[in-house]
C-alpha cells in the first residue's frame, strides 16, 4: 500500500496509511552496488554486484557516467529480484557528502540533487546513490529519503578547532551504520541510546571512530582525513612533510588526493585492501604484515583513547564494527589497549541496508517526520 507525501511551503505534509511497506534500499560502496527489497523488516531480496579495479577505472569518477553505470547496475538487481514492485512504498538510499546536517531521514529534494551532483563536501560515491535513488523512485511515482549521511555534524563547538582557523575540523564518517549499531547495543542492553556513552569504530575500507554522548555523535574522527589508517586510507599524515610532498612537483593535486584517499593506508604499505590477506600473511611468517596491521591496530586504539576525553572518562562501551571487526587479530589488538576505558562489544560486519529499510519505516510509519534538506 503506498504512502502519500504532500509538499506544502517546505513542509512535508504525510498521509499515513497502514502497510505492509514494500521499500527499496540503495547503498552503493566504492567497489559495489547494493540493493535490498524489504516488506516491512521481511528482506524479500539482497543482491550485490562487485566491480573490479579495471571495470571502474573504464568508467571513470566523473558524477554522470557513474550515474548512468550504477543506475543500470540497480536496474538489472531489482529485475534479478523478480519481486513485483508494483506496490512500491518508497526507495531509501545512503546519501552523501551534502552540507552537514543533524543525523535523521531526509526527503530527498531538488536541493539534495544539486548539492550531490555539485559535491558541496566532496565527491564520494555516496553522492551517485541519491540520484539513483530517485530515478527508481520516481519511476514508481513512491517518496525517496535518505538516511543519517556521511554528512552527519553534531561536533561540539569545541571539538571544531584544528589549530588554523582556514582549516576547521568537519564531521564526516560512517553515521549510518554507527547509529543502527548504537541502537542495537541499547537494545541488546535493555536500554535506551539516550541513556548511554558510547566510543563507536567503524572499521571498514574507511575508518570512522566517534563519541556518542546521549545519542549525539558530539566528536568524530573524520574518515577521509584524520585518525587511523584504514585499508585505503591515510587517515592523519605529518602534516609539513605533507606539504613538501605536494610542492615537490613529483605528484598531481589527483594523484596527491589518491595517496591519501583510495590508495592510502594498506593499499599503499601492502598493495592490499584485504584485512583477510594482510592476516594470511601475517599468520604465515611475514613480520611486515604482521607489523602494518598490528600499527593500524595501534592507531585505532589511540582514537578510542582520544574519544574517551571527549566523553570526560563517562564510557559505558567501547563498540567495534564493520567489515574488519570480523578479524580477531585486529579486534584483540585493540581491546588490550583499550580495555581499561570500558568493555569493548564487537558487531562485525554492517548493517546498512537494513538501517536504511528502518529509516524509511519509521517515517512511513508516522514514528519520524522526515526532515527538509535546505
Ligand atoms: N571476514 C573477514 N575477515 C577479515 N576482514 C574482513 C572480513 N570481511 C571483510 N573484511 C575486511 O573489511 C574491509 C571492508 O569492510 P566493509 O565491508 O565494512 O567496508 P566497505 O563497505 O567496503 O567500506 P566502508 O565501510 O568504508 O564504506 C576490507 O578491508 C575487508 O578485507
Ligand atoms: C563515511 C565515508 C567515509 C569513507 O569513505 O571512508
Given at each position: 500500500?503506498?504512502?502519500?507525501?504532500?509538499?506544502?511551503?517546505?513542509?512535508?505534509?504525510?498521509?499515513?496509511?497502514?502497510?505492509?511497506?514494500?521499500?527499496?534500499?540503495?547503498?552503493?560502496?566504492?567497489?559495489?552496488?547494493?540493493?535490498?527489497?524489504?516488506?516491512?523488516?521481511?528482506?524479500?531480496?539482497?543482491?550485490?554486484?562487485?566491480?573490479?579495479?579495471?571495470?571502474?577505472?573504464?568508467?571513470?569518477?566523473?558524477?554522470?557516467?557513474?550515474?548512468?553505470?550504477?543506475?543500470?547496475?540497480?536496474?538489472?538487481?531489482?529485475?534479478?529480484?523478480?519481486?513485483?514492485?508494483?506496490?512500491?512504498?518508497?526507495?531509501?538510499?545512503?546519501?552523501g557528502l551534502f552540507k552537514p546536517v543533524e543525523g535523521g531521514v531526509y526527503l530527498v529534494n531538488e536541493r539534495v540533487l544539486q548539492d550531490a551532483i555539485v559535491g558541496v563536501q566532496g565527491n564520494h560515491i555516496s553522492n551517485v546513490a541519491v540520484l539513483v535513488a530517485k530515478d527508481i523512485a520516481e519511476r514508481y511515482g513512491v517518496p525517496c529519503f535518505f538516511v543519517d549521511p556521511p554528512c552527519v555534524d553534531e561536533l561540539e563547538p569545541i571539538a571544531r578547532f584544528s589549530g588554523v582557523p582556514e582549516l576547521p575540523r568537519t564531521s564526516i564518517f560512517h553515521a549510518l551504520n554507527l547509529r543502527a549499531v548504537a541502537r542495537r547495543v541499547a537494545k541488546d542492553k535493555n536500554t535506551s541510546v539516550e541513556y548511554l556513552n558510547l566510543i563507536l569504530a567503524h572499521l571498514g575500507g574507511g575508518i570512522s571512530v566517534a563519541a556518542s554522548r546521549a545519542g549525539r555523535f558530539i566528536d568524530v574522527t573524520n574518515a577521509l582525513e584524520e585518525g587511523p589508517f584504514s585499508p585505503e586510507r591515510a587517515g592523519s599524515v605529518p602534516v609539513l612533510k605533507l606539504v613538501e610532498l605536494c610542492y615537490s612537483g613529483r605528484f598531481t593535486k589527483e594523484e596527491i588526493k589518491q595517496r591519501l584517499v583510495g590508495k592510502g593506508g594498506l593499499v599503499a604499505y601492502l598493495g592490499t585492501n584485504d584485512i583477510s590477506e594482510v592476516e594470511k600473511r601475517a599468520l604465515s611468517g611475514d613480520g611486515e604484515a604482521e607489523l602494518i596491521l598490528k600499527a593500524m591496530a595501534y592507531q585505532i586504539a589511540k582514537e578510542i583513547g582520544s574519544m574517551s576525553c571527549a566523553l570526560s572518562g563517562k564510557v559505558d562501551y567501547i563498540v567495534l564494527t564493520g567489515g574488519i571487526a570480523h578479524s580477531t587479530l585486529v579486534t584483540a589488538s585493540i581491546i588490550e589497549r583499550v580495555q581499561w576505558i570500558a568493555e569493548t562489544l564487537v558487531y562485525p560486519g554492517e548493517e546498512e541496508l537494513r538501517a536504511l529499510v528502518e529509516g524509511a519505516l519509521r517515517v512511513l510509519r508516522g514514528e519520524e517526520t522526515p526532515k527538509l534538506y535546505e
Open positions: 500500500m503506498k504512502v502519500l507525501g504532500l509538499h506544502i511551503n517546505c513542509e512535508v505534509w504525510w498521509v499515513y496509511r497502514k502497510g505492509p511497506f514494500r521499500i527499496v534500499a540503495i547503498n552503493l560502496g566504492s567497489t559495489s552496488t547494493k540493493i535490498a527489497i524489504y516488506e516491512d523488516e521481511t528482506p524479500l531480496y539482497e543482491g550485490v554486484k562487485r566491480h573490479s579495479y579495471e571495470e571502474l577505472a573504464k568508467v571513470g569518477q566523473n558524477i554522470n557516467e557513474q550515474h548512468i553505470f550504477r543506475y543500470l547496475h540497480v536496474r538489472e538487481l531489482l529485475t534479478t529480484s523478480g519481486v513485483d514492485l508494483s506496490n512500491l512504498s518508497a526507495v531509501v538510499a545512503r546519501g
